[in-house]
């Protein structure tokens, strides 16, 4: 039988995603999903960031509050439900990639959006969450990582280490360190995933994204957002899924809230 257009194309989304641990999907979005998903965000991040207000907020979720973190200098990760984005995850344009990848019960973890402030710098390189076994398994969480305006390279996308998904396996390779793999550490490279072997580096991956595509990856692969060296505030929605069964305990770790008195 022969396989339709987007049969292929979700086959090949698919086959990147297990052999390089993400793969880049144009048009993944409607217009008018990418604009309702950009006007939210910016909603909610005004409020959020008014009630921050001159709060002390340092780097990384463990110094950020239960509403947003301060992933990098100038990058702000604020979190937004479902019933905030107004949206079904099963009607999302991406979700047959996620039970393809997780399975059919595969369950929404957080979304929100991350957005970089002019000039803000490209991250350490990191992982979002550590490998569960020595051995390869499949992914536990994937990331669709929507741009909400088009985004050229000079805005800081995402940068990906191609196949760094298997490799970043610290139970695997005694000398990688998960915390140092998770939480940005300014020695964590690509390189360092193939110290001592006979591999290759692995090739960096970036590229200049239209809006509503989408960047679908492995959240064990190693990546950083860039510098934006644009005038403009660089938008990102993110939804992250788990299997079920597994518990994400890496990414929004602060108990405060920026409403405790
Ligand atoms: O800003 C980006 O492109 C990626 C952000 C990210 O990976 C993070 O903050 O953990």
């Not at 788990?242 to 990414?251: A, C, F, I, M, Q």
Request: net charge negative; hydrophobic share 35%; proline share 6%.
């Amino acid at each position: 039988m022969d396989l339709t257009n987007q049969q292929q194309q979700n086959k090949q989304v698919l086959s990147q995603l297990e052999s390089d641990g993400f793969s880049l999907v144009h048009r993944l979005c409607e217009p008018a999903l990418t604009e309702h998903l950009l006007k939210v965000s910016r909603e909610i991040e005004a409020d959020i960031k008014k009630s921050l207000g001159t709060k002390k907020i340092g780097i990384g979720s463990r110094a950020g509050y239960r509403e947003i973190v301060q992933r990098s200098p100038g990058r702000w990760d604020i979190p937004i439900t479902s019933d905030q984005f107004a949206i079904d995850h099963q009607q999302m344009p991406w979700w047959t990639f996620i039970t393809d990848i997780l399975g059919q019960d595969a369950e929404h973890a957080f979304s929100g959006v991350v957005s970089s402030e002019p000039v803000s710098p490209e991250q350490h390189w990191h992982i979002d969450s550590p490998h569960e076994a020595t051995e390869h398994l499949p992914a536990h969480a994937i990331n669709v990582l929507i741009a909400l305006t088009d985004l050229p390279l000079v805005m800081g996308p995402t940068e990906l280490a191609r196949g760094s998904h298997v490799l970043s396996n610290h139970l695997a390779n005694p000398t990688l360190v998960s915390d140092q793999l998770v939480y940005q550490h300014a020695g964590t490279s690509p390189v360092l995933l193939v110290n001592g072997a006979c591999e290759a580096e692995p090739e960096y991956c970036s590229s200049a994204m239209s809006a509503g595509s989408g960047l679908i990856f492995d959240d064990r692969i190693l990546h950083r957002g860039m510098a934006n060296l644009s005038a403009n505030t660089r938008h990102v929605a993110y939804f992250s899924y788990r299997r079920k069964g597994y518990l994400p305990y890496t990414h929004f770790e602060s108990p405060r809230s920026i409403f405790d008195s």
